[in-house]
């Protein structure tokens, strides 16, 4: 199975800081995700909440500060004995990652404000000019249907957070064609990934950080699974 590195190695470092990212690198990962918002001067910065106020020492929406104050605040409030981390951009993060590393960029976009999330980031990765395998995850599929209205062929990756009924139906129905689905590890079943497979997606569930979590992931016949610990199969 595959061990996505869920914003970087966040069980020892900041989650979506450039140590985490490091981190997750030394430790071996081929594939690590993240989250990106933008700021208020549009600014696709790498952070996973909509407010800062979790794991930050700012407060309010991510949306409403611009780039370069955003950039003074500490993101590593989850380890206050380690130095002071930034909210990385993505350019940064794309500068750091190698290009054989496969990247999943989780799009956050709140509808009501009707932010050109989409747009933005797309724009970054075709400035990169790299090979690079990308894939795009969002909950906001409306978001993932923008990036398939821009691009028909990068991989797109459908998030969930509730056992769905008819998942294929309403998979099939948005025509995002997916490359892969993303549930929550909890309602995970060798029915689901069977079903899933049939169609031709893949299946990577969310958030697995023990060994016994992962075995029962893997009963199922899941692709792999997003872990704050990349090495978890390795101990």
């Not at 309010?60 to 380690?82: K, Y």
């Not at 350019?91 to 496969?102: K, Y």
């Not at 997916?178 to 997606?201: C, F, I, N």
């Not at 969310?206 to 872990?227: P, Q, R, Y």
Request: charged share 25%.
């Amino acid at each position: 199975m595959l061990v996505i590195a869920h914003r970087g190695a966040s069980a020892f470092a900041p989650e979506n800081t450039i140590p985490a990212f490091k981190k997750a690198l030394e430790m071996g990962a081929s594939s690590i995700e993240l989250d990106v918002h933008l700021s208020a001067d549009g600014i696709p910065v790498v952070i996973h909440d909509f407010f800062l106020d979790k794991t930050t020492d700012g407060t309010g929406l991510v949306r409403s500060m611009n780039w370069q104050d955003l950039r003074r605040l500490d993101a590593g409030r989850s380890f206050p004995a380690l130095p002071v981390c930034r909210i990385p951009s993505l350019e940064e993060v794309l500068a750091l990652i190698p290009p054989e590393i496969t990247l999943n960029i989780e799009l956050k976009s709140i509808s009501l404000f009707r932010e050109n999330t989409a747009d933005r980031v797309l724009n970054m990765l075709e400035q990169e000019k790299s090979s690079r395998q990308v894939v795009i995850s969002s909950f906001n599929h409306r978001c993932l249907q923008e990036v398939r209205e821009r691009d028909k062929e990068i991989r797109l990756g459908i998030l969930t957070a509730s056992d769905m009924i008819n998942f294929t139906d309403y998979t099939e129905s948005t025509g995002l064609n997916p490359w892969s689905l993303h549930p929550e590890a909890s309602y995970l079943t060798k029915e689901y990934v069977d079903r899933a497979h049939q169609m031709g997606w893949k299946v990577f569930c969310w958030t697995v950080n023990t060994k016994e979590a992962a075995a029962l992931v893997g009963s199922t016949g899941a692709d792999g699974f997003f872990s704050d610990n990349p090495g978890l199969l390795d101990q």
